[in-house]
């Protein structure tokens, strides 16, 4: 069995390699300079290989490899792809990736004193959620548990919390130049919720900061004070 | 500098990873200190360090990767002969382990380096270049100096038979791709699984009894029912096993402690000997998970207050080295973790001045000693100046004490003044599943752990007296407060209800009676954690649980129950207008 | 055209990586062993396996061992190996290249210079 490390006398008196090459390249190098592979004794002190002077090749080699990644992602930029809900008669739009589904509201089990905002606990396949009126958040009153009521999953730093809300719109992807900060007179939400406003042929939808929006029901338990 | 960003889940592994190799370069510490230049031992964690050294590297610490070449570079030395360790060298070596930890710890928190290792570098650097003694002179730091820590025998850390070799480090190696790494999401994941699958089984056992009661289609119910129970048997298997699955050796939690008892010992200047017992005894992951830091301030608790300085020892005819004794065994179905040290004990006259003092005893109080060195569990009891009249580092066992109840657990302490302490520590073997009492409160269905629950009895209107304008119930020679669920939950309550039941809780020897509408049986749940958005309500939820059909039912809180002052005022209140 | 790449190191961090750098290889298998031992035994289990990342520093067997005995089989030493070569241990890479090694890269990489080498190895 070959000892893994053969070293004996100092550290510093070793073969200094660059940082990749071809054995062709190296070992015809390694000759040249006479440095013994398998002698036990150690090799001449600081003897530097050359660098191979060839950078990586360019894009034209890559037949069979798969295309850079990096163009996808320019185009990935120009839109966002957003999943839209109603409250009243309001249409608001959260980034698609925070939200994992949108089910019909089940039976919602109540939290003793709980935060009137809380409206309760729901089972989402076998794990306990907490369920949030997102009109009572917002000051904008109630979601009432009519059929067409929603509960929006979303997922947001491992934890899951469903939103309940009048109603599901659709997922789309709004191109970036449609999107303006939100003016005064849009909504009567707390400001800092709204990150912008979607124009769009019709219709206006406001997006949403759910990181803001949750910034209480997000914090960490030890910031809690007592 | 490198070309990709090391995502959260890298880092996670990186660091994981490198916690391990950090123990393995502990533990080769200490052997050496203990035992002297052990050739095997520095062999031993050359391999660690040079996956840490490559590990950091890829993931960008560069700074960290060097000063791991620098520690390699010093064991080389050692084993080279060329450099020999002394008690000094120890030390610095030491701190170097520990600030090494700190930078891996705090770099994989923010995702590049943050904290330096320079003067550490030019420290080891310059160890490295002090004239070395040959190796014969550079006497095991054991030999000739009365150690300030040593284990008493081999078998204690190792679980090894014989051989003085740390085979923690020996598994580290032994790789073998029959062990598969389970991130605990996924056993998590399996549980719940199985839960949903009983939920199921339930289900299909109900339609089968309806079926048999139609007529035409006995016998096919009777097929139904029958591989229904055997569907029972495996989901039943399956639960077990995943629970065992979950359940991992102690010795998870006691390995840092040899460690931390002989830099606790170095710096408090007393000699103190670590015993680990038992090991091998298997707890719940999740508990394991919960237990280190309590389990670490007892022990600091004993070093500061409990072990007395050696001088000290020896005008007391004791040896001059004291020792902590942490012991772990299963009994039924429980973990008790024993932590014993033959220190100054406590004394049970300082404890009830003290407690005097702090309003929490009355002067005239007829507590017996025992009971009353329990105190030190109160909170805002202080046992800083209050067990020895030294203000040190003290550390509130009121923490502790909450730490180990929300693990559904129980501690107390023994004591004989002059001889010692002991702090008995009872876990349950698994958090996730425990026996509950089902209750109605109104018409909603709460479950209570039973093992808090002391008896539930039928509540006579007679027999409830209000004293102060609390109601109360007399039991035998007891007076137990009585909380009424549904005002404290802010329900309407019943008027005039037929039969009302008091759950008698108990905690320690407090008792309190909550009233309930129902009593609908015990059951074994599975307790599911609460988001902490609900967990911050004003009336505390242990958990929640899913019944057979799917209805979530909400776990009390226990230890809550007997935090009177907030109670009271919850309790007084008047429920929130209801909605329609 | 990669179809199967066998990784070999014995630390999971490094596996974690080849994922994402290997990523870029659509329709590319990711085999990985944790030692010399283990990747025998995958290099019997999983055909067809066109490229093996080696570190030679890993418990049971190393990297050096398990190349020597790939290279005695007439199945096993067509395949190219890529030494993945540590600071310290120059003497063992040209060892392995010696042994028949196509190439190296040494730590820490960056995700281009291994896929420049993985490239000019498997036109080649």
């Not at chain 1, 890559?62 to 990096?70: E, K």
Request: aromatic share 4%.
């Amino acid at each position: 069995m070959f000892p893994a490390d053969a070293e004996t006398g100092e550290r510093r008196g070793r073969i200094e390699l660059p940082a990749s090459g071809l054995a062709a390249d190296i070992l015809a190098l390694a000759d040249a300079a006479a440095v013994p592979a398998t002698a036990p004794t150690r090799p001449a002190p600081a003897d530097a290989l050359p660098v191979p002077a060839e950078p990586a090749p360019r894009a034209h080699n890559i037949s069979f490899f798969a295309a850079p990644v990096r163009e996808e992602r320019k185009a990935a930029e120009a839109t966002e792809h957003l999943a839209t809900f109603f409250l009243a008669s309001e249409e608001y739009g959260v980034d698609v990736r925070v939200v994992q589904e949108i089910i019909r509201v089940t039976e919602i089990t109540q939290v003793p004193r709980a935060p009137d905002f809380i409206k309760g606990v729901i089972n989402l396949r076998g794990r306990i959620i907490p369920v949030i009126d997102l009109k009572r958040k917002l000051g904008l009153g109630e979601v009432a548990l009519a059929r067409q009521a929603r509960i929006v999953v979303v997922k947001i730093r491992e934890r899951l919390l469903g939103l309940l809300v009048d109603g599901a719109s659709q997922v789309l992807k709004v191109p970036v130049s449609s999107i303006e900060a939100a003016p005064e007179e849009v909504t009567e939400v707390d400001a800092t919720a709204v990150r912008g406003v979607a124009k769009l042929p019709g219709r206006l939808i406001i997006l949403m900061d759910l990181g803001r929006t949750l910034s209480l029901e997000l914090r960490d338990q030890e910031g809690e004070a007592e | 500098m490198s070309d990709f960003q090391a995502s959260p889940e890298l880092l996670a592994i990186y660091l994981e990873d490198a916690r391990q190799h950090l123990e393995a370069l502990d533990h080769c510490l200490l052997t050496l200190e203990r035992e002297g230049t052990d050739p095997e031992a520095v062999t031993a964690v050359l391999g660690p360090l040079h996956t840490l050294k490559g590990n950091s590297g890829m993931i960008g610490f560069a700074g960290i990767k060097d000063y791991v070449h620098r520690i390699e570079d010093v064991f080389a030395r050692v084993q080279e002969g060329a450099l020999a360790l002394d008690r000094e060298a120890f030390d610095r070596l030491f701190a170097g382990a520990t600030a090494l930890r700190d930078a891996i710890e705090q770099a994989s928190r923010e995702g590049r380096e943050v904290r330096s290792l320079a003067a550490e570098d030019a420290d080891l650097q310059r160890m490295c270049m002090s004239e070395a003694a040959p190796l014969s002179e550079a006497a095991p730091a054991a030999a000739s100096v009365a150690l300030p820590m040593s284990v008493a025998s081999a078998s204690a850390v190792s679980p090894a038979p014989a051989g003085p070799r740390p085979s923690r480090i020996e598994s580290h190696y032994t790789a073998r791709s029959s062990v598969v790494r389970v991130e605990f999401a996924q056993l998590d994941h399996l549980l719940n699984l199985v839960g949903e699958l009983i939920i199921h089984r339930t289900k299909l056992q109900e339609l089968g009894r309806a079926l048999a009661e139609m007529p035409g289609a006995r016998e096919a119910a009777r097929d139904l029912l029958s591989a229904v129970h055997q569907v029972a048997g495996v989901s039943q298997q399956l639960q077990e096993t995943v629970m065992d699955v979950r359940m991992l050796p102690i010795r998870h939690v006691f390995e840092r402690f040899p460690r931390l008892v002989r830099d606790l010992a170095r710096e408090t200047g007393k000699e103190i000997e670590l015993i680990l017992e038992g090991e091998g005894t298997r707890i719940d992951k999740a508990i394991i998970d919960e237990i280190g830091e309590p389990l670490v301030h007892l022990i600091r608790n004993s070093v500061d207050h409990g072990i007395e300085p050696p001088a000290l020892r020896v005008t007391n005819g004791k040896t001059p080295t004291g020792t902590i004794l942490l012991s772990a065994t299963q009994e039924s179905n429980h973990v008790v973790i024993t932590i014993m040290d033959d220190g100054a004990g406590i004394d049970a006259g300082t404890v009830r001045r003290k407690a005097v003092e702090r309003g929490l005893l009355k002067a005239d109080d007829a507590l017996s000693d025992r009971d009353v060195v329990q105190l030190i569990f109160s909170q805002g009891f202080s046992t800083r100046e209050a067990i020895t009249g030294v203000s040190g580092r003290g550390v509130g066992l009121d923490v502790v004490l909450k730490s180990i109840e929300r693990l559904n657990g129980l501690v107390e302490v023994e004591t004989v003044p002059g001889v010692g302490t002991k702090f008995i520590i009872q876990l349950p073997l698994t958090l996730a599943i425990i026996s509950a009492l089902l209750v109605d409160v109104t018409d909603r269905t709460y479950a209570i752990p039973l093992g808090s629950v002391v008896e539930s009895i039928q509540l006579r209107g007679a027999e409830v007296h209000t004293i102060n304008g609390r109601e109360t119930l007399r039991i035998r020679e007891r007076i137990v407060p009585l909380l009424r669920l549904a005002r404290l939950f802010g329900l309407p309550e019943k008027e005039q209800a037929e039969r009302e039941y008091a759950v008698i809780i108990g905690r320690g020897d407090k008792r309190v009676g909550v009233v309930v509408n129902r009593l609908r049986g015990q059951q074994e749940v599975v307790i599911k954690a609460l988001d902490p958005a609900v967990s911050g309500a004003e009336v505390a939820m242990a958990g929640a649980t899913i019944m057979g059909d799917g209805r979530v039912v909400l776990i009390l809180d226990v230890a809550s129950l007997f935090d009177g002052k907030r109670l009271a005022t919850l309790h007084g209140r008047r429920p929130p207008a209801l909605e329609a | 055209m990669l179809r199967k790449i066998l990784a070999v190191d014995d630390s999971a961090l490094i596996h974690q990586m080849y994922k994402l750098f290997l990523s870029r290889y659509k329709n590319c298998k990711l085999v990985s062993a944790m030692n010399g031992l283990e990747a025998l035994d995958k290099l019997g289990q999983e055909e067809g396996i066109d490229l093996i990342l080696l570190d030679i520093n890993m418990p049971v067997m190393n990297g050096l061992e398990f190349l020597q005995r790939i290279q005695k089989e007439p199945a096993y030493q067509t395949i190219p190996v890529i030494i993945i070569s540590t600071e310290g241990k120059e003497e063992d890479t040209i060892r392995g290249l010696k042994m028949g090694a196509k190439g190296y890269v040494k730590k820490p990489f960056q995700a281009s210079e291994l896929h420049g080498l993985i490239e000019k190895i498997t036109t080649a």
